[in-house]
């Protein structure tokens, strides 16, 4: 079997188009303009990287959007003063605050600080406690593994994994653990793994929906993976790349893709699979909250 690989650039663009015409419409209908603040502290290039695409894609949506660049120096002090401003911002749905801060400020207390309700990246206690509890209409989720979701259900055609086993490799708080939570509220019946489980390769070939999300690169092998299962590799892995000349790098997932495109019935690539999903969800859970404030039904990723 060769499976077929699911295009996340491409489900990602027809998630930011939804949003777009979605956008338009309440828009016209309410006057409310979705706005997207997102904060960077610092000068991580990867960061920049990251906040310059929100942005470039916030306003390709049709959102209100501003990025705060403060300096690395920024006092925590100053950083609660921002967000509680944002918080208070009616022209503000949702508030981004970039990962990693600088040393000398509480990432915790930053992320409790932002109103649940803005809180697009769904790393609040609260959003989190929703999604533990299955209030996922009202939660937000963390985009990355909301984006796992929507590959997965597109792959699989339906939204209901109703008798399918999922294992999901890994149990951060950031993806394992919300990928896990989401499965679960699909149906799905899931196994979660982490480095402490005996036997990975044997529960791995249980999954009909197989989740890496471990930053290993290259860790799961073809005789790991069920004959097509449907297999979602977040990981993103920098590795030397002697190939393409001395010194070069290539990025690799968690998944060894050529050997289990041999045996899995669907398989996201690296890059090109999760990675774009994360912004278009981003997008989605922005304008999620701009319809809550407005007293309209969010559209259906
Ligand atoms: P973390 O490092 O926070 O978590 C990794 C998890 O993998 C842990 O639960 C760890 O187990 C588990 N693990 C580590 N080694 C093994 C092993 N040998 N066998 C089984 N489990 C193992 O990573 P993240 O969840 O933040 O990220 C995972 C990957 O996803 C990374 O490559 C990251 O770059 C990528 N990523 C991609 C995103 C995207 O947009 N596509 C967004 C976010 C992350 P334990 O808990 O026991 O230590």
């Not at 196994?191 to 036997?199: E, G, N, Q, V």
């Amino acid at each position: 079997m060769t499976a077929e690989r699911i295009d996340g650039k491409e489900v990602a663009a027809s998630v930011v188009a939804t949003v777009t015409e979605a956008t338009k419409k309440l828009i016209a209908d309410t006057g409310m303009v979705p706005g997207i603040a997102v904060v960077i502290v610092g000068e991580d290039p990867a960061s920049q990287v990251y906040v310059r695409s929100k942005g470039k894609r916030a306003e390709e949506c049709g959102f209100h959007s501003v990025t705060h660049k403060m300096d690395e120096t920024t006092s925590e002090e100053d950083l609660l003063a921002m967000v509680v401003n944002l918080n208070e911002d009616d022209a503000i749905h949702g508030i981004l605050v970039q990962l990693p801060l600088p040393k000398h400020i509480d990432e915790g207390k930053v992320i409790q600080t932002i109103a649940p309700e803005k809180d697009v990246d769904g790393f609040h206690f609260i959003n989190v406690g929703k999604l533990g509890t299955g209030e996922t209409e009202t939660a937000f989720v963390p985009c990355t593994p909301a984006g796992c979701l929507v590959l997965i259900k597109r792959a699989l055609g339906t939204d209901d994994f109703s008798g399918l086993n999922a294992v999901v490799v890994g149990r951060s708080n950031i993806v394992g653990k919300p990928v896990a939570n989401l499965l679960l509220g699909a149906n799905a019946t899931v196994t979660i793994a982490h480095s402490r489980t005996k036997d990975l390769p044997a529960i791995a070939r249980a999954a009909d929906i197989l989740v890496a999300a471990v930053g290993r690169p290259e860790m799961i092998k073809a005789d790991w993976v069920k004959p097509g299962a449907c297999v979602i590799d977040v990981g993103i892995n920098r590795i030397d790349a002697p190939e393409k000349g001395e010194g070069k790098t290539r990025l690799v997932g968690d998944v060894a893709y050529d050997e289990c495109a041999e045996i899995a019935g669907s398989i996201t690539p690296v890059p090109g699979g999760v990675g774009p999903m994360t912004i278009a969800l981003l997008m989605a859970a922005t304008l999620s909250s701009a319809c809550r404030a407005a007293g309209v039904t969010p559209p259906k990723i």
